[in-house]
């Protein structure tokens, strides 16, 4: 009997991982209906973000990768409850529009549309890549949840690899540490969550949106020390250790 249940959840979790691709590939395939990450509210042509100043950089930074984590944990939530609902839709599309407004602020500093470009989509891929994991821990699939980690730190390493390139942003093993930090939470989150434990999903859930917070603060004193004129002269290199 128990290996029947087996098969029956891992013949629902492949059947729902392919509905996935077709139900959320604005999540991290491109495919969004919204605007592309250079005609965002943070670039250029708009908000002007090189004529802030750095703690209004700071800020911004630390609201959209904040409310990433609040996106993240609503949509995934919505999945594991209803995959698939107007619910889960309309938390995906909402969790889309952050993704382009995060990749604008973090590639704020990057030298070509094309590695921005390149940032957003493996942004886009670490986020289908918790929606995989969600569906193999509802379904109790440990080899699936293991391949769904195995993904994330993939991404986790070519997103290290493009932040640190000509010391754009920050070091490898700074990203790496921060988003392995990260990976931990959500992850443990998630499996508190689909079994039912859920003062332990939202307790690493909150330890995540703290977390993400003093990432925002390093990657903008990064962004800072590597273009020092970028933003107003009313701060300076002098005011952030």
Not at 97 to 113: E, L
Not at 171 to 200: C, E, F, R, W
Request: no cysteine; proline share 3%; net charge negative.
């Amino acid at each position: 009997m128990i290996w029947m249940m087996r098969i029956r959840g891992l013949l629902l979790i492949l059947i729902v991982s392919a509905v996935l691709s077709v139900l959320i590939p604005q999540t991290a395939h491109g495919q969004s209906s919204s605007p592309d990450v250079m005609d965002s509210p943070l670039s250029t042509s708009s908000a002007q973000p090189q004529t802030m100043s750095y703690s209004d950089f700071r800020v911004l930074l630390n609201s959209v990768l904040r409310e990433h984590v609040y996106l993240s944990a609503e949509a995934l939530k919505a999945g594991a409850d209803n995959f698939g609902s107007d619910k889960f839709k309309v938390s995906t599309k909402a969790l889309d529009d952050n993704s382009i407004t995060v990749a604008s602020a973090v590639t704020d500093s990057f030298s070509s549309p094309e590695l921005k470009a390149q940032f957003l989509a493996l942004w886009r891929k670490h986020i289908d890549d918790y929606f995989y994991y969600m569906l193999a821990s509802k379904a109790n699939n440990q080899q699936l949840k293991n391949q769904a980690e195995g993904d994330l730190k993939n991404v986790a390493g070519q997103m290290a690899d493009l932040m640190s390139q000509n010391d754009q942003v920050m070091p490898k093993s700074a990203v790496m540490q921060m988003l392995n930090d990260h990976g931990k939470m959500v992850l443990g989150s998630i499996d508190a969550y689909t079994s039912g434990d859920y003062g332990t999903a939202e307790s690493l859930t909150h330890q995540a949106y703290i977390q993400m917070g003093q990432a925002a603060d390093s990657i903008a004193q990064s962004i800072l020390k590597v273009n020092p004129n970028k933003y107003s002269a009313s701060e300076n290199l002098g005011q952030i250790d």
